[in-house]
Every structure is written in C-alpha cells, then in structure tokens.
C-alpha cells in the first residue's frame, strides 16, 4: 500500500514562501508520475503541478513561474517550492501518485494515491 504524507504547510505573507515535501513509503517510486493539487473553500480540487519519473513536468497557469515541482526518487520524496506566494493560493495541498513512466499530466482520475493534505494560508 503506497502511502503519502505531506509536510511543510503554514501560514506566510502574501509575497513569503513554502516549501512542501511529500515522502513516500518504498514502491518503484521512479515508475510514478507525481503531482500536486490543492482544494481552497467552496471551490473543487485542482491541479497545481505534476512530474514524470524522469522529471518533465506540467504546471497550471496559475503557479507558472512562481511554484517548482521535483523530487527525490532516491529518497522517495517529492517537492513542492511555492514563492511569491498570494492569497489566493490558500488551501489544502495535496500530493498524489499515479502508475505510468510515461504520463504526464493534472487529471485528478488519472492519480491512484493520495495523501491527507497540508494547510497553506496566505495573508494578505
């Protein structure tokens, strides 16, 4: 059973940063895609930034520019680092996982494992 645990979520200042880490327990971690969502109050989940195995990667328009998704595959470990952050980037972040070396992208079906989800407030 994969599992996912996210950490590094808090409260920051419009303009302050974040850096999201989400371990995995051991799997063939490089044989997954990756990627992050987040679910604000009131609005539906989406999709904030996805990465291959290999490292390709896929943003929303939202983050391009100010958020960079990596991760460790020797540590099992993915990353999420979040500047110029703004208010509306509040919410839940979530990490999650997909089986497929070769697909990329930010359909929520497509992810077979989630985590619990991080608190982001960002004030203004």
């Known amino acids: 059973q994969v599992q996912l645990v996210e950490s590094g979520g808090g409260s920051v200042e419009a303009g302050g940063s974040l850096r999201l880490s989400c371990p995995a327990s051991?799997?063939?971690?490089?044989?997954?895609?990756m990627g992050w969502f987040r679910q604000a109050p009131g609005k539906e989940r989406e999709g904030v930034a996805a990465?291959?195995?290999?490292?390709?990667?896929t943003y929303a328009d939202s983050v391009k520019g100010r958020f960079t998704i990596s991760r460790d595959n020797a540590k099992n470990t993915l990353f999420l680092q979040m500047n110029s952050l703004k208010p509306e980037d509040s919410a839940i972040y979530y990490c999650a996982a997909g089986l497929s070396r070769w697909w990329l992208g930010l359909q929520e079906n497509k992810y077979t494992y989630w985590g619990q989800g991080t608190q982001v407030t960002v004030s203004s």
């Open positions: 990465i291959r195995g290999a490292g390709a990667t």
């Open positions: 051991e799997f063939p971690y490089s044989s997954y895609f």
